[in-house]
């Protein structure tokens, strides 16, 4: 009898340490991203998410562990070889980080640029394809100024994926947007993995969209610096018997916060 198919891991992260300087922000952090997932980080404020996320996309060099990514260890690889498979990777930050002196067409085609032999006739039309692609078919001659948060998120969005990344990391993706805006954008967000194959590893604390768009993730806690919970939010917040994660998940007050005599209501 043949055994069934394994699944694609995308990302493979085993005992993952990392801070700044002397600090240390997380410790034993260890996950994996299968092929064509959502893959969610999360937790409270000042855990450790996004450095977390700095860590994967080689903003930051961990402390100990190793992360593989399609199988190579990012860390051990030569600076050129971390600089390949980072080209394979699409981010969107937290702001959209967008030039603000370059148009949307120039910020979508900054990448294109930089990383390829395309001709400016080729480069126009993938400006216009990746802009058609988010839902903006707006001028590329505006400005960022011009846009609204969401539209910038979108912008964003396309330029993470000008290079055609099969892997994308989102920062706060939905952050500061309206529920109609951050609706829009997790379904933008399903389109790319059902349409494209692609797999995603976003940060967030938006829980309509962490239950929403989410396949698996994991839950960082800044009290005991490393991960408490495994699986997908609508499990962890159905399911998870640690006390930090099941108030998070279910918008509730920890009950260590609302006793008497710990600083919460008396």
């Not at 394994?6 to 600090?23: C, D, M, N, R």
């Not at 989102?170 to 805006?181: C, F, M, Q, V």
């Not at 997790?186 to 604390?205: C, E």
Request: glycine fraction near 10%; hydrophobic fraction near 40%; proline fraction near 6%.
């Amino acid at each position: 009898m043949s055994s069934a198919p394994q699944t694609e891991v995308k990302i493979a992260v085993e005992g993952l340490a990392f801070g700044y300087g002397s600090t240390p922000i997380q410790h034993d952090v260890s996950f994996t991203v299968p092929a064509g997932s959502i893959f969610a980080i999360m937790g409270g404020s000042g855990c450790g998410k996004s450095t977390l996320l700095k860590a994967l996309i080689g903003l930051l060099r961990p402390s100990a562990g190793t992360m593989r990514v399609r199988g190579e260890d990012y860390w051990a690889v030569s600076d050129a070889r971390r600089e390949q498979i980072g080209r394979r990777c699409g981010v969107l930050f937290q702001s959209g980080a967008l030039w603000s002196s370059m148009s949307i067409a120039d910020n979508v085609a900054l990448p294109l640029r930089m990383f390829t032999t395309l001709s400016a006739p080729e480069i126009d039309r993938l400006v216009r394809l990746k802009l058609d692609l988010v839902g903006l078919t707006a001028p590329g001659e505006m400005m960022p100024s011009d846009l609204s948060g969401g539209m910038r998120k979108r912008v964003g969005l396309a330029r993470a994926m000008a290079l055609d990344p099969d892997i994308l990391f989102l920062d706060e993706p939905s952050a500061g947007l309206d529920p109609i805006g951050a609706r829009r954008l997790d379904d933008l967000i399903l389109d790319l993995r059902d349409g494209f194959g692609s797999t995603i590893v976003m940060v967030s604390h938006e829980l309509p969209s962490l239950f929403a768009i989410c396949d698996s993730g994991i839950f960082l806690s800044a009290d005991t610096n490393t991960a408490i919970a495994i699986g997908a939010p609508r499990d962890l917040r159905d399911q998870c018997a640690d006390p930090t994660v099941h108030a998070f998940m279910n918008r509730e007050t920890p009950k260590s916060e609302s006793a008497p005599g710990n600083g919460g209501p008396k």
